[in-house]
């Protein structure tokens, strides 16, 4: 543990931060920087606080900071896949990166999300943080998903497997712009896929999602994950779904390979 003499509370703080980041960590709380400190914690507070205003250190969360290296004082913010699984293992939640932000982590880059999206399993208000925006999608059964870890530049990563982030994509598409543009997120992502690992996470889908999904890799033209999701939604599936909730069907037409009602016209960009 670092101690530091309060005769200058900024310098300090700063030499506090910059021993930090010499050893690797680009993390604290703000009980880690009392006890580093000394003082009270209003001081140590006031001394945070003039780093802020720096743009030194952000806090994305209460009590929790990041130290911000010249290159990304322009969002005012690490990036968020620098600091979430830390802020995640200091709230102690379970998470996983998900949706348009796990794809674009899986090489289907061309439709950068606005907002970092990760996965919990609780409901959580959004952080803004400068200009980095984080997103808490909730799904009560997350433990169920597959994720892979990945290496940051400062620590490690839990994101969903290309294969569980294609079904949830089409399972929240609300939140992903739509389902024109997770077609066209899906005919990136598929190069990742691997029919088998789709199989097995689909198993642990709510079916409508496979359904959906076995008819967009059939529009775009990915026959084996299509013929991949069939024989799951001829096992499973026991009625017809609409291929977007929200609309009526009345008209839809009517697929029986993957008992949905096709009831909009999906328009990928190629």
Same mark, same amino acid.
């Given at each position: 543990?670092?101690?530091?003499?309060?005769?200058?509370?900024?310098?300090?703080?700063?030499?506090? /931060?910059?021993?930090?980041?010499?050893?690797?960590?680009h993390h604290f709380t703000?009980?880690?920087?009392?006890?580093?400190?000394?003082?009270?914690?209003?001081?140590?507070?006031?001394? +945070?606080?003039?780093?802020?205003?720096?743009?030194? /250190?952000?806090?994305?969360?209460?009590?929790?900071?990041? /130290?911000?290296?010249?290159e990304y004082r322009r +969002?005012?913010?690490?990036?968020?896949?620098?600091?979430?699984?830390?802020?995640?293992?200091?709230?102690?939640?379970?998470?996983?990166?998900?949706?348009?932000?796990?794809?674009?982590?899986?090489?289907?880059?061309?439709?950068?999300?606005?907002?970092?999206?990760?996965?919990?399993?609780?409901?959580?208000?959004?952080?803004?943080?400068?200009?980095?925006?984080?997103?808490?999608?909730?799904?009560?059964?997350?433990?169920?998903?597959?994720?892979?870890?990945?290496?940051?530049?400062?620590?490690?990563?839990?994101?969903?497997?290309?294969?569980?982030?294609?079904? %949830?994509?089409?399972?929240?598409?609300?939140?992903?712009?739509?389902?024109?543009?997770?077609?066209? @997120?899906?005919?990136?992502?598929?190069?990742?896929?691997?029919?088998?690992?789709?199989? %097995?996470?689909?198993?642990?889908?709510?079916?409508?999602?496979?359904?959906?999904?076995?008819?967009?890799?059939?529009?775009?033209?990915?026959?084996?994950?299509?013929?991949?999701?069939?024989?799951?939604?001829?096992?499973?599936?026991?009625?017809?779904?609409?291929? /977007?909730?929200?609309?009526?069907?009345?008209?839809?037409?009517? +697929?029986?390979?993957?008992?949905?009602?096709?009831?909009?016209? @999906?328009?990928?960009?190629?």
């Amino acid at each position: 543990m670092l101690f530091y003499e309060c005769d200058d509370s900024m310098h300090s703080a700063s030499a506090y /931060i910059d021993e930090l980041a010499a050893r690797g960590r680009h993390h604290f709380t703000t009980q880690d920087a009392r006890v580093a400190l000394g003082g009270s914690l209003p001081a140590v507070r006031a001394s +945070l606080r003039r780093l802020q205003h720096r743009g030194a /250190i952000s806090d994305p969360h209460r009590g929790f900071y990041v /130290i911000v290296p010249p290159e990304y004082r322009r +969002l005012g913010c690490l990036p968020p896949e620098q600091f979430i699984h830390e802020l995640m293992s200091q709230l102690g939640e379970t998470y996983y990166v998900a949706l348009l932000s796990a794809a674009e982590l899986h090489g289907a880059a061309h439709h950068r999300p606005q907002t970092f999206q990760v996965m919990l399993g609780k409901q959580r208000r959004q952080i803004v943080c400068g200009e980095v925006r984080v997103q808490f999608l909730l799904r009560r059964d997350l433990d169920k998903t597959a994720v892979v870890e990945m290496n940051t530049p400062r620590g490690r990563l839990r994101v969903a497997s290309p294969d569980a982030t294609a079904l %949830e994509l089409v399972g929240y598409a609300d939140q992903c712009g739509g389902l024109d543009n997770v077609a066209s @997120v899906l005919s990136e992502l598929a190069e990742a896929l691997s029919a088998e690992k789709l199989v %097995e996470a689909a198993r642990l889908c709510p079916v409508a999602w496979v359904q959906r999904l076995g008819y967009l890799f059939e529009l775009l033209d990915q026959d084996d994950l299509a013929n991949a999701l069939e024989a799951q939604v001829r096992e499973r599936a026991v009625a017809f779904a609409p291929l /977007i909730r929200a609309q009526s069907t009345a008209h839809a037409k009517r +697929l029986q390979r993957w008992k949905l009602a096709v009831n909009a016209t @999906v328009e990928p960009e190629r």
